[in-house]
């Protein structure tokens, strides 16, 4: 069908696509009046919804039938009233300095969805791609030196060496125990480290009947009142991950070496399957992110250490393409940060447990970034969070392979008043992380998903932000070349400016207000 739009400022167009059986699913393509694919939502979401640009134009709306089960679907267009934007921060914005894995170690350019955690204790950032952990340590004017550390059978964990289906590493901020996880079908590879990756420890690697996607760890204290530990490790420990109907998460109570069995967090008449990662509040409030429930993101909910959850959505959100992510502060506020479906970068904040949310708002718009993809969050002080990202100020179908042309950079957005405003800055402003496309569409993708399907941010002992990403440009490209689709395992350190952590603002501003460092 073909929706002619008359221009309105301050609203966008909303085009939903939906049917009564949820089993069933089906993909909407919008289109110009060229025939060119102008936006897309193919998720598992119900409805399917794209945001458009309400101004003067003729778009044609293709449903693709994906699993139509004998179903119909139903289209509507609505012009909808663009939310307001409170203004950007006046805090002086951070600065990032970047470094990347030498050539000498082995998957340095294969570091696609990389994980990053920071052992607390010594301050090395521990870092995560396919099966190679590597180690990165700082010197006091900034200056990186990584290391492999990767598990194998020589250092204790045979099983770290196995081919991936999807890698993960976590490390818990107050135990510093690091685990390194490789997906294996219907079960997870997993061995942890105390020692930064001198020793490892395999383990029982996943809960019963875990998942065959899409699989996190987390970990963080136990729910008050609940049962708790069953050895001397303090903290609770979660496996996740999606399954063909649902997706499940299972608790360990002895540090990470044994889990229970799985327990559903939702169902695919809930929500998509595919989810985010794990976070565990304070107070054990367990949270996992989701870019498709109904016709919103949300987080499913565990107040009584996974044995039940609830699925609670944010309203003003649509569903998007990449996995949200949320980061917890200091007294259990939660900050989700997601690709909304007009692919803008948005965030929101929750006092009570996803039940509301408060400030929704657009951090790439005082940049002018028009797509993002792969949100990462992480909070310190409970009003303050940092929301790294992809992004380019680039329009359009950012997955056209042929017709995007786009450039993307590392973002990290910061609030330093609890997420009622956002400074926002380029992490990488003399270094294209990508040209052109780049697609989220899991593994019908072609050479554009060089970056896999996430990036991943946390933060030291003093409140740094570290944001660990997949350098997608290098060598040419970086510099005025063609794009080279490269995934080469890269941080961006925090290296000026308040931090996530108030008490240690002074600290860090003047260790480190004259280093420069970069790759």
Not at 168 to 196: N, W
Not at 249 to 257: E, F, M, Q, V, Y
Not at 448 to 474: E, K, P, S
Request: charged fraction near 15%; proline fraction near 6%; aromatic fraction near 8%.
């Amino acid at each position: 069908m073909s929706v002619p739009v008359g221009y309105d400022a301050g609203h966008s167009l909303r085009v939903d696509v939906k049917w009564p059986d949820p089993a069933a699913d089906f993909d909407l393509y919008v289109l110009d009046a060229d025939g060119r694919e102008v936006a897309a939502s193919a998720s598992s979401s119900d409805p399917e919804t794209v945001l458009l640009p309400a101004v003067t134009a003729s778009y044609t709306v293709r449903v693709v039938p994906y699993a139509p089960l004998g179903d119909s679907f139903t289209g509507t267009a609505s012009l909808v009233a663009d939310p307001a934007a409170p203004p950007p921060s006046t805090a002086t914005p951070p600065t990032y300095a970047n470094s990347s894995a030498p050539d000498s170690i082995k998957d340095a350019h294969n570091a696609g969805e990389p994980s990053i955690g920071v052992d607390r204790a010594t301050g090395a950032a521990m870092f995560q791609a396919y099966t190679s952990t590597l180690k990165v340590t700082y010197a006091s004017a900034g200056a990186a030196t990584w290391q492999d550390k990767s598990a194998d059978a020589a250092n204790g964990c045979p099983q770290g060496s196995t081919t991936s289906l999807d890698p993960i590493l976590f490390t818990d901020p107050a135990t510093h125990r690091t685990f390194e996880s490789q997906l294996a079908g219907k079960t997870a590879l997993t061995c942890y480290t105390d020692d930064d990756g001198e020793t490892w420890t395999p383990t029982g690697g996943s809960g019963i009947d875990s998942g065959v996607d899409h699989q996190t760890i987390g970990g963080g204290p136990f729910a008050t009142g609940e049962p708790g530990p069953v050895t001397a490790y303090p903290n609770a420990v979660y496996y996740c991950s999606q399954d063909i109907a649902d997706a499940s998460c299972a608790i360990s109570r002895d540090g990470g070496l044994t889990y229970g069995p799985a327990v559903p967090m939702y169902s695919l008449l809930d929500c998509g399957g595919l989810h985010g990662h794990v976070k565990v509040a304070p107070d054990g409030t367990v949270y996992v992110p989701n870019k498709g429930c109904g016709g919103n993101q949300a987080v499913a909910v565990s107040e009584d250490n996974g044995l039940t959850w609830t699925v609670r959505k944010n309203p003003s959100s649509t569903p998007g393409d990449s996995d949200p992510s949320v980061g917890i502060g200091a007294g259990g506020t939660v900050y989700m940060g997601y690709q909304n479906s007009d692919g803008t970068a948005r965030i929101a904040v929750s006092h009570d447990k996803g039940r509301t949310w408060l400030y929704d708002q657009n951090v790439g718009a005082s940049l002018g970034i028009k797509n993002i993809v792969f949100p990462a969050v992480t909070a310190g002080d409970d009003n303050r969070a940092a929301f790294a990202f992809l992004g380019t100020t680039t329009g359009g179908d950012y997955q056209d392979t042929a017709g995007f042309k786009g450039v993307w950079h590392l973002y990290v957005a910061t609030t330093y008043d609890g997420g009622q405003s956002w400074v926002t800055v380029d992490a990488t402003p003399t270094d294209p992380v990508q040209k052109g496309s780049i697609c989220t569409g899991g593994t019908t993708c072609g050479q554009d998903r060089n970056l896999l399907d996430f990036i991943d941010v946390t933060l030291d002992a003093q409140g740094r932000v570290l944001a660990a990403y997949a350098d997608g440009c290098t060598g040419t490209c970086a510099t005025g070349g063609a794009q080279n689709y490269d995934a080469l395992a890269s941080i961006a350190r925090q290296s000026s400016g308040n931090t996530l952590y108030g008490a240690y603002d002074a600290v860090v501003a003047g260790k480190h207000k004259k280093s420069k460092g970069g790759r």
